[in-house]
């Protein structure tokens, strides 16, 4: 998917507002870090009014963590607290909630699920530029390479709907 073609934006909306009775839908854009998922998603939520989540960005706006992880450099988010946040937001609808994981979250919150991968070298450049070394590098490229969250989306998200993009890298 092109995230800047208007038309490749709109087609996921399209269908997630087909899927269920929620007046405006709620979308997961899931993906290893570096995908592409927030650069996309603010697109299409500029393109569409709907409300932009990153889930990462509200665990440190709000606290919602248990602390920080030193091996990898992250919060230790805490799911029950992100839920909590989210519950009201979510059955509301028109949301586009943005995060690498998905298997903690109510599956009824979502209309659609979007899992995104980009071309393996070019990840490893973001990740590599965005700082990212070490174990923390190398777990996340694996992470692609194996598909985890396609195969996290699989398992949490069985029911609802859902897409897959390869997204193409527009030239700068
Ligand atoms: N389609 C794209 N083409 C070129 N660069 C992109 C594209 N999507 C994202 N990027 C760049 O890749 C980097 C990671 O994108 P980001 O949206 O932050 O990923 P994520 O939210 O999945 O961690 C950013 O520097 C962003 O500008």
Request: hydrophobic content about 30%; proline content about 3%; some cysteine.
């Amino acid at each position: 998917m092109d995230s800047r073609n208007p038309n490749s934006v709109f087609r996921v909306i399209e269908m997630a507002t087909e899927d269920r009775g929620r007046q405006k839908p709620n979308v997961l854009v899931t993906g290893t870090p570096g995908t592409g998922k927030t650069t996309t998603s603010s697109l299409v939520a500029e393109a569409t009014g709907l409300r932009h989540i990153e889930v990462g960005d509200l665990v440190r706006r709000k606290n919602l963590h248990n602390g920080w992880d030193e091996n990898f450099d992250c919060h230790v988010i805490n799911e029950d607290l992100v839920c909590d946040e989210l519950e009201d937001m979510m059955y509301e609808g028109g949301n586009i909630v943005d995060y690498h994981g998905c298997d903690f979250f109510p599956e009824r919150w979502f209309d659609r699920v979007v899992v995104l991968q980009t071309n393996n070298s070019i990840l490893h450049d973001r990740l590599t530029s965005r700082g990212y070394s070490g174990a923390k590098l190398t777990n996340n490229i694996e992470c692609e390479i194996s598909k985890c969250c396609w195969k996290r989306r699989e398992s949490a998200m069985r029911r609802t709907s859902w897409s897959h993009y390869r997204v193409t890298p527009w030239k700068i």
